[in-house]
Structures are given as C-alpha cells and as structure tokens.
C-alpha cells in the first residue's frame, strides 16, 4: 500500500574511505527510482505555468526562509509527496505555516503545483529535485520546525535495505537542518520498516521519542497528518499504519 515511491537518495550503506567522506547524494545509492508517467493537462499546466512562481531549484543556492515566504513563519518540509495530497490539505488548513514539498517525480509535482494555484495557496514552495541535494546544499541549519517523511518506499527485500532513506547519515543531515526542539515525523505502513526506522533514530544522536510509554517507539496517529486515500483503503483491509515522531534535543 506505499503511497509514495518518490523519496531521495541515500548511501549510508556505501563503503570506503571515498564513499564516506562524499555528500550524501554522491555516494552512489539511490532509494528512489524514476518511473515514466503519462501526464494530465493540469499537471503539465502546472509544471508549464505554475512553476515559474512555485518551483525551487538547486540552482537558486542557499534559501533565506523569511525572504523566500516574504514573512518569519514556522516551515515545514515534506520530502517525497508522492501526488501531493497530503501536502496541499496540510498548506490549506495550515495558513500560518509555511511548507516545502520535495518531490521527483513530474506528475506528482505538476498535480501539486496545478491544484496549489487554483486554491490560491501562498505558503507552499516545490522543489523537483533529489532531497539529500536540497537538504545540504539549498536549506539552511537550524531552519526547518518539522521535517515530514510519509510512507517512503520500503524496499523490503533484505538486499536492498542499504537503499532505504532512514540511514544514520540520513538522519543526521536532518538533524542539522531542524531548529531546536524541531521534529522528524514519519509514517510507514509496513512493520518491518516502522521497527528499521524506530532502531535507527533511538541509535541517533541528538534526538528524544516523543511517544508516551505505553505506546513507544510509534506515536498513535496524529490528527494533524491527513488521511490518504491509501492509507483509508489500507485501513479497510486491517493494514497497519506506524508514526515516530521524534524531537531534536541538540
């Protein structure tokens, strides 16, 4: 049932000096795959006509929140969309947050951009580009109040594990972009993974669970993450969803 199979590249299963000294989107393991889509009218209008006001690329350099929003506003970023439901409900009923959506995938990113213009939405910037890319070179340190990671592909097979997103250098690079006390909440609605990524973060340095003790590692589903049409059919079936929302503590 994984919604989105757009999230960035990761290495931190690469090996050798090089490897690990490298940025992490250099280091040669992607846990994305770019899949060719067929494009509707209103996502190519949104990539055609919408874009120029919306998207973000690497190539605009280090970002100044406060004067790409044109105001001082908690943001937030969500990497990996998918078709951007989520993220547009969240900047619609969220008018006094700002949100960054990080996608890769043309379709997802022309649907969010079309549907982001005719609702008028002012507190909502895209970037089509590889999230690690954005997080180190684009996004400042200690910039950033929530960074969101809603059902990234889970890559279940054991040997490809390496390619999964939630890695020690991963969530470090996140770490580093979070404002004090900021917060990583991710959801995945395969067990296996919701346990991967839970292992990961309680090994993390400068990060506290968030979760009550009758329910940790997860966190019970948050009323301000919307339902998606996945997660609903899910639901439907008994498919289990994790949350982990964890706070930056240094």
Known sequence: MTENNATPSDNAGATGPESQDAPLHRRGIKSYVIRAGRMTPAQTRGLEDVWPRLGLALEDGPQDLYALFGRKAPCVVEIGFGMGNSLIEQAKTHPDTDFIGIEVHAPGVGKLLDEADKLGLTNLLVYREDALRVLEECLPAGSINTVQLFFPDPWPKKKHHKRRIVQPAFVELIR?????????HMAT?????????AE??????GYANTADADTAPFVPRPTFRPLTKFEAR?????????????RKTS
């Open 176 to 184: 580093t972009r979070l404002e004090p006390n900021g917060f990583f």
């Open 234 to 246: 899910g639901e439907k079936l008994g498919h289990g969803v994790w949350d982990l929302i964890y």
């Open 189 to 197: 609605d395969w067990e296996a993974y919701a346990e991967w990524m």
């Open 200 to 205: 990961v973060m309680e090994a993390a340095p």
